[in-house]
């Protein structure tokens, strides 16, 4: 079992709509948790992180935790063509142990 | 732009060859990582620091790997006699809570 899990995806979403990415993670100790963007043959960028369970909200992004069921997820309302991109999920249980999983590709289509 | 720099942004070796990567924060950082990321998958981490004491080192980072971060500003990522399986996208990382991404090195080894 991997550590951290995405469904690789690609995930097709119509323009305009809620794309929602999940992962899970194995570690119970883990502490933070980060959701990046990675455009193709660039780096990855941070768009989110959520330490407490519930909901956080940036801009069109929302952020879930749950640490019971060991799972995080991304909700990007009102996607947008620029949104495609593969989003990666990183777990962190101390300054050192950062995992991330291999990402889920995302697909607007207009 | 994340305030790190990473240089060559490109680098073809042929096998048994040395390489040196480096990267450059723009700001202080305390903590600073380096990852390795190879297609398809999410980066896999390789080494941290904090300040210019190396804490952790990953089992991926063979005796061939070596890292340094003389005064606690810029580091480097050396690999000797390179083999093919080390094609791959180098990434240097910098934050304390959160991690940000240089534009990395890709390194193909022919």
């Known amino acids: 079992q991997k550590e951290v899990e995405q469904n690789s995806g690609p995930l097709s979403v119509p323009e305009g709509a809620i794309a929602s990415l999940n992962c899970t993670y194995s570690?119970?100790?883990?502490?933070?948790f980060f959701w990046y963007r990675q455009y193709s043959g660039k780096s990855p960028e941070l768009i989110m992180f959520?330490?407490?369970?519930g909901d956080k909200e940036d801009g069109r992004f929302t952020a879930q935790l749950n640490k019971a069921s060991q799972y995080v997820s991304l909700l990007i309302r009102d996607s947008q063509p620029s949104d495609s991109a593969t989003y990666l999920c990183?777990?962190?249980?101390?300054?050192?142990?950062?995992?991330f999983g291999s990402g889920t590709r995302l697909s607007i289509r207009p | 732009d994340t305030g790190v720099s990473q240089n060559p942004r490109h680098k073809i070796t042929k096998r048994g060859q040395n390489v040196t990567f480096r990267c450059d924060p723009i700001?202080?950082?305390?903590?600073l990582y380096w990852y390795r990321q190879t297609l398809g998958q999410g980066p896999e981490f390789l080494t941290y620091?904090?300040?210019?004491?190396?804490?952790?080192k990953s089992r991926l980072l063979s005796d061939r790997f070596s890292a340094e971060r003389p005064k606690g500003s810029f580091s480097t990522l050396e690999i000797q006699r390179t083999e093919q399986g080390d094609s791959a996208m180098y990434l240097c990382?910098?934050?304390?809570?959160?991690?940000?991404f240089g534009p990395g090195t890709r390194l193909l080894v022919l």
């Open positions: 700001s202080e950082h305390n903590r």
């Open positions: 620091f904090q300040n210019e004491a190396q804490l952790e």
């Open positions: 570690d119970r100790g883990s502490q933070s």
């Open positions: 990382a910098v934050g304390d809570e959160t991690q940000y």
């Open positions: 959520i330490y407490s369970n």
């Open positions: 990183a777990v962190a249980s101390s300054a050192s142990k950062i995992i």
